[in-house]
């Protein structure tokens, strides 16, 4: 069965350095999204992506955030100066259309921001 | 503002009981409503979820859920869990015709199975 998969699992970076979250979505799915989930907190939306370009973003989605989709295969958040408040784990997901259909989520990564 | 409320962190059962883990929304427009179970360091997996129709939702590993618009509700049950039942639970609701594509998660309830 085609899955989400994420790279790394776990990434440890200093606080003020650039981290690059990788995720490769099922192959025929059209809306991408990152989730993150702060330790013994709710899991947050961060942002979803379709056709290229962002079509939501949440307020946690600032300028430090960004995402891309380089090739036909790889969908990535970037944080550009990691702050301490950044350590979470963040859930790539995707799904074949919008409109509530089913959002498929990866492994995810844990981030820890030292 | 729309919200998914799990009251309940923990619920710890012993296997062969039967389990109902709570959840209610508040939301001004319509939504879909989702269960997602997480198992130790494995990703979100997808229980079941109720879109429209039948008010009683089936989905995979025996487990079941209810719609009950009047309480704002989408309680998960399972008539007798099994010791690899132990996982969090997530709640979700997306809002229809917003042009919203996120869920709003609930704040999960850890299910502990013991023999």
């Known amino acids: 069965e085609p899955e989400v998969t994420q790279t790394p699992s776990h990434q440890v970076t200093q606080m003020g350095q650039e981290v690059i979250l990788r995720c490769v979505p099922i192959?025929?799915?059209?809306?991408f999204y990152w989730y993150r989930q702060i330790l013994g907190q709710k899991v947050e939306f961060l942002v979803s992506?379709?056709?290229?370009?962002?079509?939501?973003k949440s307020e946690i989605f600032d300028d430090q955030f960004s995402v891309e989709r380089p090739d036909g295969s790889n969908f990535t958040l970037k944080i550009r100066s990691t702050k301490l408040e950044d350590s979470a784990m963040y859930f790539c997901?995707?799904?074949?259309?919008?409109?509530?259909?089913?959002?498929?989520f990866g492994p995810g990564t844990r981030l820890t921001v030292l | 503002a729309q919200s998914v409320t799990q009251l309940d962190s923990q619920v710890p059962v012993f296997e062969e009981a039967p389990v109902e883990l709570r959840c209610n929304y508040s939301?001004?427009?319509?939504?879909?409503l989702f269960w997602y179970v997480q198992y130790p360091n494995q990703g979100l997996q997808l229980l079941l979820k109720?879109?429209?129709?039948?008010?009683l939702v089936k989905g995979i590993n025996g487990f079941e859920a209810e719609f009950n618009k009047s309480q704002t509700s989408f309680h998960l049950r399972k008539p007798s869990v099994h010791i690899s039942d132990t996982a969090e639970y997530f709640c979700?609701?997306?809002?229809?015709?917003?042009?919203?594509?996120?869920?709003?998660f609930g704040t999960g309830t850890r299910l502990l199975v013991s023999p």
């Open positions: 997901a995707s799904s074949l259309s919008g409109g509530g259909d089913t959002q498929y």
């Open positions: 939301s001004s427009v319509s939504v879909y």
């Open positions: 979700a609701a997306f809002l229809m015709n917003t042009g919203f594509q996120k869920l709003v």
């Open positions: 109720y879109l429209s129709g039948s008010t």
């Open positions: 192959s025929n799915h059209l809306y």
């Open positions: 992506f379709y056709n290229n370009e962002i079509s939501e």
